[in-house]
């Protein structure tokens, strides 16, 4: 099937990841000033860096963004709220948490609901989008579906599908029953094992319009050797 997009289609579905624990400083700085150069949608790093990460996207509109609760999810809700505040006072802009996948699975509906609406309501307050992380791997179908409705009558940015930490990542069946259990306004994001252009565009084509990825130059490479770009931004048709 033939598909249209340019460059910045691409490159603005993409939070570049950088969340693994062993990344030194200098591995992060060199994570955002990549991030910068490809110009894609946020970089998503480790909490503690988020203010730095805030300083070398200065004057770009790559978004700093981060994790809550991440990657397991156990955290007490007053714990991700404090970590909410801090990322907000660091400068993050788009914050990625981890549902109580516990609880979830113990069937306390409320506790999940209630945590949800919390952290979403402190990460609005503060001028910031939330995006929800079911963790997939661990949930079966109806929880899924009551996760994507309870995401949608709180009124969430993002559902996401997975940490990228847990026994199993982003699947096309999973973003497409995502897609078609939230409300329009509620976008998916598909995160864990999305490493080539090809599985991207899977994702984008099941209705994910934001991954996470640390393969970002190898993908907005691939892009742009199909389109035949020398410089992002024209919109040709590709195969």
Same mark, same amino acid.
């Given at each position: ?24 400083a ?17 970089? @998503?790093?480790?909490p ?5 990460c805030?300083e070398?996207?200065? =004057? ?8 809550? =609760? ?18 907000l ?37 503060g ?6 992380i ?25 559902v ?32 864990? =094992? ?17 991954? =996470? ?7 907005l490479?691939? @892009? ?16």
């Amino acid at each position: 099937m033939t598909i249209s997009y340019s460059y910045s289609d691409i490159a603005k579905m993409i939070d570049h990841a950088l969340l693994s624990p062993a990344l030194t400083a200098a591995e992060l700085d060199a994570g955002c000033r990549l991030a910068r150069r490809y110009d894609v949608a946020s970089v @998503c790093l480790l909490p503690y860096y988020v203010r730095r990460c805030r300083e070398l996207l200065d =004057g770009s509109d790559v978004q700093p963004s981060t994790t809550i =609760g991440f990657p397991h999810g156990a955290h007490a809700t007053a714990v991700k709220l404090a970590e909410v505040e801090q990322a907000l006072k660091d400068g993050a802009t788009e914050l990625d948490m981890v549902i109580n996948i516990s609880k979830a699975r113990s069937g306390d509906w409320g506790y999940v609901r209630g945590e949800i609406e919390a952290l979403t309501r402190a990460t609005h307050a503060g001028g910031a989008t939330v995006k929800v992380i079911f963790e997939n791997a661990y949930l079966d179908e109806p929880a899924k579906v009551l996760l994507c409705d309870i995401c949608g009558e709180i009124g969430v940015d993002w559902v996401k599908t997975s940490t990228g930490f847990a026994s199993g990542g982003a699947t096309v069946a999973d973003v497409r029953l995502m897609r078609d259990h939230t409300p329009s306004h509620v976008h998916v994001k598909a995160a864990g =094992g999305v490493r080539t252009l090809d599985a991207l565009l899977a994702m984008r084509e099941a209705g994910a319009n934001r991954v =996470g990825s640390s393969a970002t130059a190898d993908i907005l490479e691939d @892009c742009r050797r199909r389109l035949g770009l020398a410089v992002p931004g024209e919109t040709v048709m590709a195969q």
